[in-house]
């Protein structure tokens, strides 16, 4: 078993946090728990205004659209991930460690925030068609960072045998079942620490 190494980071309170308190964070968390609750197509723009109490002229105010309030819940989940991920590029860590600290993040920012991490795992083929190339364009990003800790974890020889790109999308496969387990947060270290050991243990290089 590769041994668990010693990593990790401050977790921001919330997405919240990238647009600060207020109405408009408020509208974006709402909305994001009702489109996992009922689903985004049958969801509209009357039953998000009930959801949070607001007549739907004033909703208007602050999104035009049902698909800009989908964008920027994906924006802020996305940008929490990839935000974590480059504060810890940085820091000296080992190729593993920095997978670990990613998978730590998908897995714990998914149980604490289900609504927000369905519009980052929901595949692509299924969002509109107006925020789909923006939402792709940063899944790219931050999925070029997984990979990178492989190709760096292969350069470095703790890893072997593996092709990067591929490795990095079955890391990413293997968290996005959480925002749809009622996985209690208390409990995501844990899962993410299990998570890392399947899969650095397969792929680490043998003597």
Known sequence: MARLPEFGARLPEGPGE??????RSGIL??????FKDRGYAITTMDDLAAQIGLGKSSLYHYFRSKEEILAEI?????ELLIGHAEARSGRPASAAARLLGLIEDMVTFSARYPGHA?????????????????????????LQIVEQAVVDGLADGEFAGVAPRMTARS??????????SALPPTQAADVAHALWHATVDGIAARP
Do not use: K
């Open 74 to 78: 994906h924006e802020e989940f996305i």
């Open 118 to 142: 369905r519009t980052f795992f929901v595949p692509s083929r299924e969002l509109p068609a107006v925020v789909r190339a923006t939402v792709e364009e940063r899944r790219e990003h931050y």
């Open 18 to 23: 990238l647009l600060g308190p207020g109405r």
């Open 171 to 180: 890391i990413v496969g293997a968290c996005s079942w959480v925002h749809d």
């Open 29 to 34: 968390s709402a909305a994001a728990r009702l």
